[in-house]
């Protein structure tokens, strides 16, 4: 018999969130991806630059609505409600180039105590690098940078704290 309280099961909904800038932060997202689709317990990866809202992104915007009121109004809202349904959030924070929405997403989650796993990416050396309190704080979970491949075998079924974070806090 297989105890439930124990086994991995694929039932957990992923945000992943990250910026979205440039190459690095796209190579970065699709590796995430990547170590995702490999864990047993995630069941389901929502990806915000996948659910576009009538396709318009920065590089393809078919009916003309990238960063008009319409669009900012229902990528906003399609954000919140992926937010309000996913279980964890994952986040690929990019010290090196601080991303507002990406300190908003984390906030949201927390604001409805959901879990937060938190993987910063810097090219500065460790020591030179100071984190906001209020990321500091949010983070339930800290991964670095380094063991960014431990997505693949992290449990998010039963995720557990590591509140520490990898840096000096301001």
């Known amino acids: 018999m297989i105890d439930k309280g124990l086994a991995k099961s694929p039932t957990t909904k992923i945000y992943l969130a990250t910026p979205w800038f ?27 630059f996948d659910f576009q809202y009538k396709d318009a ?14 669009w900012v109004a229902a990528t906003f809202q399609n954000d919140c409600t992926a937010v309000a349904t996913s279980d964890i959030g994952v986040f690929l924070y990019d ?5 507002d929405g990406c300190a908003y997403e984390l906030a ?6 959901k879990p937060c796993v938190v993987i910063p990416f810097t ?3 460790r020591e030179d690098v ?5 990321i500091a704080g949010a983070a ?8 960014f491949e431990s997505l693949k075998t992290f449990n998010f079924n039963h995720p557990q704290a590591n509140p520490v ?3 000096k806090v301001f």
């Not at 190459?23 to 317990?41: C, F, I, M, P, S």
């Not at 992104?57 to 990238?66: I, K, S, W």
């Not at 949201?108 to 105590?113: G, K, W």
């Not at 339930?140 to 063991?147: A, M, N, S, V």
């Open 123 to 125: 090219e500065r050396d």
């Open 22 to 48: 440039n190459d690095v932060q796209k190579e970065r997202a699709k590796k995430a991806r990547e170590y995702l689709n490999q864990n047993e317990t995630v069941g389901v990866i929502h990806f915000p």
């Open 95 to 99: 010290l090196d180039n601080i991303d």
């Open 165 to 167: 974070p990898p840096f």
């Open 130 to 134: 100071e984190i906001n309190l209020m």
């Open 108 to 113: 949201l989650f927390r604001s409805q105590q």
């Open 140 to 147: 339930t979970t800290w991964i670095k940078q380094e063991d």
């Open 57 to 70: 992104t920065v590089d393809n915007d078919p009916e003309g609505v990238f960063g008009t009121p319409e």
